[in-house]
Each structure stands twice: as C-alpha cells, then as structure tokens.
C-alpha cells in the first residue's frame, strides 16, 4: 500500500512538474484607438491579417469622429485600456502625458526617417511619433510654367519665384494665364494665409529662439518676409485689391485647375482635387517651398507636419506593451503595413514607407531625403487660435483694400499673439 501510495504521489509530482514546463507566459495582445473613421476599415483588415499571421489579437475601435479625446479619457479609465493610442499636439501631451511610453529605444523608432514629427516630454523622452505628414507649400502647374519660359529648377529661393512670377504676370494677357491664383480672404480660402502663410515668420522665429512651449509674446522678426510673400501673392494675380476681400478657395481652386495661374499656395490634399474634379495631369504638377527671402531658405523643405501620432500606454502590463510595439514595427516594415500607410496616409516618416501616388507627397519626401530642413508647423502655438487668426484677416483686408496699412497687419499679429495668450490664460 505505501508502495502504491509512493508511485502515485511521484506521478502527481511528474504531471505537475510537465504541466508547470508546459504553461506559457501569459500572451500580450493589442488594442489600438484609432482616431481617423476614414481609416477604420483598413486598419480592421490590417488588424485581422496581422492576427492571423501571429495568432496575436489586435483589436481597432475608431472614435467617432469630433469625440476622440473624450474616448480616449473615458477608454483610458478602464481595465482594458488601449494599448495604441493618438497623442498628436501638445495639449495631448500635457493631458495624456503620464500615460505615454518613452519610445525612444524602441524598434519602431529606430525605423524613423526623421525626428521631426514626434513629441517630446520636457526630459527628451519621446512620447508619440509622427507616423504620417501632411505638407503644403506652393503648388506649381509645370507645363504653364514651362511655357513662359522656365524650369522648375530655375526656381530655388524668393529672388528666382519674384523673378519669374512677376515676367508671367507682366505678359499674362500673351501667355493666357497669370502667375498666382487668386489669394482670397473670404473664409474659405483665407485660413491659408492667417494660418499656414503666417507660419513662416512664425517658424524662423521658433527656430531662432528654441521654442519648445507655448510662448507669451512674439516679435516683428521675419514680418517683413511675410509681407513680401503676401505682396507677391496679391500683386502678380488677375485678383488684385478689394476684390481679393470676398475670393473664395473654390475660385482659387478652379483658377489653377483650369490653367489661370501657374502657382497656388495649397497643400497635398489638393491632389485629388485637382488631378479628379479637375483631369490635371500629375506629371505637371509639383510643390515647392514657400520661398519668403529668408537667408538660407535654398535648404527649405515643405511645411509639413502632423497629428496623426502614435503612443503606447505604459500602464499596460509589459506583455501588451512588447506585443504592441510588435505590431507597430510591423505596420512601418512589412509589404501589407507599409501598402496601407501609402493608401491611407500618404508620406511616412519610416526607412521602408512607400512612395505613395500624390505627387505632392512625393515631393515632400524627395526634400526631406535631400536633407533639406522641414519647415514645422509652429502656427500649432497660436493661442485662441480662431480669435487670432481673424484679427489678421481683418487686418489683411483692410491693407489689400487700401483703407490700412501694413503696421496694422504687424499689430494685429504681434499684439494679437499677447492678447490671445492673455485670453487663454486668464
């Protein structure tokens, strides 16, 4: 009987010992809050392909367009967290901060082209990357160009684009078109001006002072770059003067899709527009700078920038973090991830990204490779951000129109930068 006894308790002891072998760690899985409805159903079926290629679960849920931050907070708060989630501007960095990896020494970084895109912590600690761009500068119809007389290499600073744009203007009734579409200031089209064309004083200014918060107050430093681009716009057009006031982006739009105008200032979205509603050709079209006159600005990339940034919650447990920094450095290297990315978001900031098919896209990619600089989105640190914006267009209707002058405009930026901040933190 103890005999008996004996061998059964060493048969528990070798089925418990094989089953303890047997057990495997616990297999992390991923949940991704995606915050773009357009993309939700590639994501499920990049979701569903990696799963079956891994055995690892990858769950999309897509927010509601005009509620992700709202999702994000109320998702955050539960046991089942995402583990991949959009931290894409400073203000949600400073609310979702604590929850964001440093990615720093992670795989999907060190797949990065570029740094330009991501968003730091005060420390250094990269807490979301930039995984696609959107970029906008002057959009070029080369074939009118070409038939006034110039290469698009002939243009490469503010001295070559006033050279040229003013002999097409000057023979716009021989030539059929003019130089620049219409730079209209009613509020369909007036966003591109008071937003992205005041960008460029606000970058070099950035840039010359480190900025790496919101600041309190600006200067006039490069206004009067401002003002020679907005000069150049408005004078070297068939839009000209009061006119400009009630312009509108759809006429800015057709102008260019039709052939009135040889330059456009607009951004890569533009491209189906133009290429769809309007049959351009994509081989003459092409982006260029916004050449202002900045010294140096030879070496002056798209005005690109982002909010669709990826970060990965550190309150996960260790296996969902390893497993979704798996998926996110398969989704930036493998043929179906990288396929997606081009299809859906166009240029990415990854060393296997593909060229996606917008011309404009490619262009901003070709610059970043040249290693020319990105110009960044500084107007992200406008404060009240819609106040401000209409105190310069009402400043800028004002100058066109001829009842003000251009110290109004510089007012309405350099003050009005102090008093929306003055607004916004009182």
Known sequence: MKK???ILLALVLVVGLFAGCGKKAAAGSVYYLNFKPEADEAWQALAKTYTEKTGVKVTVVTA?????????TAELDKSEAPTMFQAGNQGAIDTF?????????????????TDAFNLKGADGTVLSIGYCYESYGIIVNKALLKQAGYEL?????????????DDIHARAAELGFDAFTSAGLDGSSSWRFSGHLINMPLFYQARDNGWTSQPSAITADYLDNFKAIWDLYTTDSATTGAALTTATGDQAEA??????AVFYQNGTWEYGNLTEKFGMNPADLAMIPIYCGVAGEEKAGLCSGTENCWAVNKKASEADQKATLDF???VVTSDEGTTMLAEQFGPCPFKSAKTPDNVFCADANALLAAGNYNVDWAFNWTPAVDDFRAGVVDALTQYVAGTGDWAA??????????AMYAKDHA
């Open 4 to 6: 008996t006894i004996a």
């Open 64 to 72: 509601a367009s005009g509620t992700y931050a709202d999702t994000l």
């Open 97 to 113: 901060g604590d929850w964001c990896l440093d990615l720093r020494d992670t795989d999907v970084y060190k797949e990065m082209t």
């Open 153 to 165: 290499t002939d243009i490469k600073d503010f001295a070559s684009l006033k050279a040229a744009a």
């Open 255 to 260: 102008e260019f899709g039709k052939g009135e």
């Open 328 to 330: 996110m450095k398969w």
């Open 409 to 418: 405009v510089e007012t309405s930026i350099v003050d009005g930068w102090a």
